[in-house]
């Protein structure tokens, strides 16, 4: 199965900050339709999980342009510039490329 | 608007089989595929399996043996039951839509329920 490591488990940012949380697959993560199979999620407690980011750097309806989506093969990046103070969640990476679908372990963005 | 409810005992004993319903609404799930996550407390999500729109399933190899996920379109739910339950089972479950076809994401979400496997 594919792995996604997510190297850390916690970022300590102040607000305002730009701060960047990686991504890293075990394999391409490219499809022959050339697109990414890798999405970014956000979890805060009290709220069901929200989708921010598909194919590496779409966001999806209504996230806010400061969240930023990159990468391309196996090194992915999910940047947040100005960083408000309901940023402070726990990030997940995703890949639907192969079965068994696979997440990242997550980091944790916190304030300083 | 779009909405899913996970639903289930919160309690299971262990050697037993884990019933769970997700009822959705605002979108038909012959459009639509719905996936079950898990997520033990403290841990990064694990994907469980998948109703297709069309209705054929996918399940993580890693469960197929225990799993079974099927549906009702006409009551507008999924099921998933999984039986051997252990107590490395206890987390939240989770079921999601996915985005539309090629998208690959998980566009919305259940709040979850929480299933604590012990005696």
């Known amino acids: 199965q594919i792995t996604l490591t997510q190297q850390a488990e916690s970022l300590w940012v102040s607000p305002g900050e730009k701060v960047s949380i990686t991504c890293r697959a075990s394999q391409s993560l490219l499809y022959t339709d050339g697109k990414h199979y890798l999405s970014w999620y956000q979890q805060r407690p009290g709220q069901t999980t929200k989708a921010l980011i598909y194919?590496?750097?779409i966001r999806t309806d209504g996230v806010p342009t400061r969240f930023i989506g990159s990468g391309s093969g196996t090194e992915f990046t999910l940047s947040i510039e100005d960083v408000q103070p309901e940023d402070i969640a726990l990030y997940y990476c995703l890949q639907t490329l192969k079965k068994p679908n696979t997440f990242g372990a997550g980091t944790k963005l916190e304030l300083k | 608007q779009v909405q899913l409810k996970e639903s289930g005992p919160g309690l299971v004993q262990p050697s037993e089989t884990l019933s769970l319903t997700c009822t959705v609404s605002?979108?038909?799930?012959?459009?639509?595929?719905v996936s079950w996550v898990r997520q033990p407390s403290g841990k990064g999500p694990e994907w469980m399996g998948r109703m297709w729109y069309d209705g054929d399933t996918a399940y993580n190899s890693a469960l197929k043996s225990r799993l079974s996920i099927s549906r009702d379109t006409s009551k507008n739910q999924v099921f998933l039951k999984m039986n051997s339950l252990q107590t490395d089972d206890t987390g939240t479950y989770y079921c999601?839509?996915?985005?539309?076809?090629?998208?690959?994401?998980?566009?919305?979400w259940g709040q979850g329920v929480m299933v604590t496997v012990s005696s």
């Open positions: 999601t839509r996915e985005g539309r076809v090629a998208t690959g994401y998980f566009d919305y």
């Open positions: 605002g979108f038909s799930l012959t459009s639509y595929s």
């Open positions: 194919h590496a750097s």
